[in-house]
Nanobody, 119 residues
Framework: VQLQESGPGLVKPSQTLSLTCTVSGGTITTNYYYWNWIRQPPGKGLEWIGRITYSGSTYYSPSLKSRTSISRDTSKNQFTLQLSSVTPEDTAVYYC????????????WGQGTQVTVSS
């Protein structure tokens, strides 16, 4: 299974960041898989943003919940992150990653994409 992030590398403050993860070699409806967005700000650790499950349910980090939306397009085997009202603190490398339900280890990762929030 391969994951590939895509989207703009530069977003202006107050705008909405939108990234897509395209999955190949597997399907996002595969039972018991969770499809996640994770980010790493410069000089900091990994931060989980949220996930969409194999059945389409979504869960978000409490600290980002008010600004986050994750959706999917099963016909394209893609899932999408939207983060609204961005600030420079949202500058990070954004990853999509997959793991199985009840397992903490991520089985698959995208290569990551740099997103910078700047005017």
């Amino acid at each position: 299974v391969q994951l590939q992030e895509s989207g703009p590398g530069l977003v202006k403050p107050s705008q909405t960041l939108s990234l897509t993860c395209t999955v190949s070699g597997g399907t996002i409806t595969t039972n018991y898989y969770y499809w996640n967005w994770i980010r790493q700000p410069p000089g900091k650790g990994l931060e989980w943003i949220g996930r969409i499950t194999y059945s389409g349910s979504t869960y978000y980090s409490p600290s980002l919940k008010s600004r986050t939306s994750i959706s999917r397009d099963t016909s394209k085997n893609q899932f999408t992150l939207q983060l609204s009202s961005v600030t420079p603190e949202d500058t990070a490398v954004y990853y999509c990653a997959a793991r199985r339900q009840s397992f903490s280890k991520y089985d698959y990762w995208g290569q990551g994409t740099q997103v910078t929030v700047s005017s």
